[in-house]
């Protein structure tokens, strides 16, 4: 049920949706309220993200930064999303990755002022009530994560809300979805992290996580109240434990438009990145013997999706499986072990592929002896295991192939398998290198060789962009292909030896419009969206990616007294979930849920 009620004065400041700051107009002071809540200058957009800028200089470590780009998108969003905009490549490790990890590791520490739902355990019998709470009442895009595998950083419980609010921040700076059309969310189960149980400032249950058919009862839930509450709303879950994330996508997937990032987004983003590579390299995709260090659900959807691409280009797909080689704590991924999920045994290679290998013998076929023992060209990190990628194994994968393609993915920055300063040198310049955390160019000897952060802000936020400007119903695997092929694409590599592998920061919004083209194209071509011209298709995608600024309609509805709104106003103030009603007598007209 909806309420309509006017804003304004001390209201309309604490809202950070309709909140304008010191860019109120003197008129619209008058009108609204504001007289003496404000100071007397008039700023600009611009000049607000300039002094805000300054501000966030001052901030004397990174975490501080963080804070306060929190605080900011929490007093005004428009100029929260503005100044990232004007900053992007300073401001996304920030609000994203790196900083995020230690953001959630004090989460309780830090905590300020409410954003999105907390759905406790406890609590598991009113789901749907407590999504009536939401905020706002039409909503896109779901961020949800439980918090157990925070990044690198495991079990965080509640602290983990921090990665939903990140990634629906770049939902909204790169992919152009509304901010209040997006809701981060936190299923808290419990935490078997001892340092938070025993925290006595810690906000979240105080209880070990609930584990087995009790846990996935929870999660069943959840997706009948998010069914029943937003059917169309687009849900993604981030950042579950391995024996959790691929159970909960297969059971899911085909009930409502969702998707795993650690899994897809990841699997979509390196793809497109080491099919850069590749090109550099001057070599086929089904050339390639890819080892991964790490057998965790985000590794094995990397390898579905270049599993996939080598049958795309002609491999059967028992051959292609060959050209994979995944090694997890426990050595080599072979037919022989016991241990191995349905997910994985698909990549256990034959046993007699290693007969006679010295840790065949004891069925422990480690790392460095595999690549050893084969001509490995493509490297993958996913492991969580800082400095994992040694001298030695390197200098033996760079003396097989002229351009090895190395990516230690793993975050935050110390977990990372290895620095790109070492690869380049033990590869005498000639590695092709994605990272998971960012890393400032290597110099070596005359060249400065840039190096490409394989984020999945490259992918997910224009997935969340293609699937609504499309009006799909479920996201497939076809769909983050074309993600990863369109953003392959879109790659100038090539052009230079040492080009990085994925395009700039500074060109994601760009970069986003051609991703959430091509999803959008899948989608129609798989029956799972109405069908229409690609014409009209990017267009509705362009049309849909909201920009930071104050000028109407999208300020979200400031009309003085005796004015007339803007053509199409009110229309858009009702598809924002935010209006039913705009009289001339009421300065500010908003909805919230009742």
């Known amino acids: 049920m909806r309420q309509s009620a006017s804003v304004r004065g001390t209201a309309l400041l604490e809202d950070p949706a309709l909140n304008k700051g010191t860019a109120f107009t003197l008129e619209e002071r008058a009108a609204l309220d504001l007289d003496g809540l404000l100071p007397p200058v008039v700023e600009t957009l611009e000049q607000q993200s300039h002094r805000c800028y300054l501000a966030f200089g001052r901030k004397p470590d990174l975490l501080e930064r963080h804070i306060y780009l929190r605080a900011l998108q929490d007093t005004n969003e428009t100029l929260f999303y503005r100044l990232l905009f004007d900053h992007v490549e300073e401001m996304l490790p920030i609000v994203y990755t790196p900083v995020v990890a230690q953001a959630c590791a004090e989460f309780s520490h830090i905590y300020r002022r409410p954003r999105g739902l907390f759905i406790a355990y406890p609590l598991r019998d009113r789901i749907r009530e407590l999504l009536a709470n939401r905020p706002r009442l039409d909503v896109d895009v779901i961020v949800v994560t439980d918090g157990e595998r925070i990044l690198g950083i495991g079990d965080q419980g509640v602290g983990g809300m921090g990665i939903p609010i990140g990634k629906l921040s770049l939902y909204s700076l790169i992919g152009g979805i509304r901010p209040t059309r997006t809701l981060p969310i936190v299923l808290d189960v419990g935490t078997n992290n001892t340092a938070r149980l025993e925290d006595p400032e810690y906000l979240g249950w105080r209880h070990e996580r609930i584990t087995g058919q009790s846990y996935f009862d929870f999660i069943d839930q959840f997706v009948s109240a998010v069914k029943a509450e937003m059917p169309n709303t687009l849900l993604q879950w981030e950042d579950f434990a391995t024996p959790h994330a691929r159970p909960i996508l297969d059971r899911y997937r085909d009930e409502l438009p969702t998707f795993n990032d650690d899994i897809q ?322 300065p500010v007209a908003v909805s919230t849920p009742g």
Not at 413 to 439: C, H, M, N, Q, Y
Not at 448 to 459: D, E, K, M, T, Y
Not at 507 to 521: M, Q, S, T, Y
Request: hydrophobic share 45%.
């Open 265 to 586: 987004g990841t699997a979509a983003v390196a793809l497109g990145a080491i099919s850069a590579g590749i090109r550099v390299a001057g070599t086929a995709m089904t050339e390639q013997q890819v080892v991964f260090f790490g057998a965790g659900s985000a590794a094995i959807g990397v390898a579905d999706y270049l599993c996939a691409a080598m049958i795309a280009d002609g491999l059967a797909e028992d051959d292609a499986r060959r050209h994979f080689w995944i090694v997890d704590r426990g050595g080599l991924l072979h037919a022989g072990r016991t241990d191995l999920t349905p997910e994985q045994r698909r990549y256990a290679q034959p046993q007699e592929r290693i007969a006679g290998w010295p840790g065949a013998r004891s069925g422990n076929v480690m790392l460095g002896e595999l690549i050893a023992n084969i001509q490995a060209s493509v490297l993958i990190g996913l492991s969580t295991v800082g400095g994992a990628f040694t001298e030695p194994m390197v200098r033996e994968m760079a003396r097989k192939v002229r351009r090895p393609i190395i990516f230690p993915l793993s975050n935050p920055t110390e977990k990372s398998e290895a620095v790109p300063a070492d690869l380049i040198r033990w590869t005498d310049g000639r590695a092709l290198i994605a990272t998971g955390s960012p890393f400032l160019p290597v110099e070596f000897g005359n060249r400065r060789i840039p190096i490409a952060q394989c984020n999945n802000v490259f992918i997910f936020p224009a997935v969340g962009l293609g699937v609504i400007a499309s009006g799909a119903r479920r996201v497939t695997d076809s769909m983050l292909l074309a993600a990863g092929r369109a953003l392959g694409a879109q790659t100038l590599a090539p052009g230079g030896v040492d080009a990085p592998l994925l395009p700039a920061i500074g060109d994601l919004r760009r970069i986003a419009v051609e991703v959430a083209v091509a999803v959008g194209a899948e989608a129609q071509r798989q029956g799972l969206a109405p069908a229409s011209a690609l014409d009209r298709l990017r267009r509705n995608v362009v049309d849909r990616q909201w920009e930071p600024t104050y000028d109407a309609p999208r300020s979200l509805g400031l009309a003085l007294p005796g004015s007339e709104a803007p053509a199409g106003h009110v229309e858009a103030l009702l598809d924002e979930g935010l209006s039913e009603t705009f009289p001339a007598s009421d």
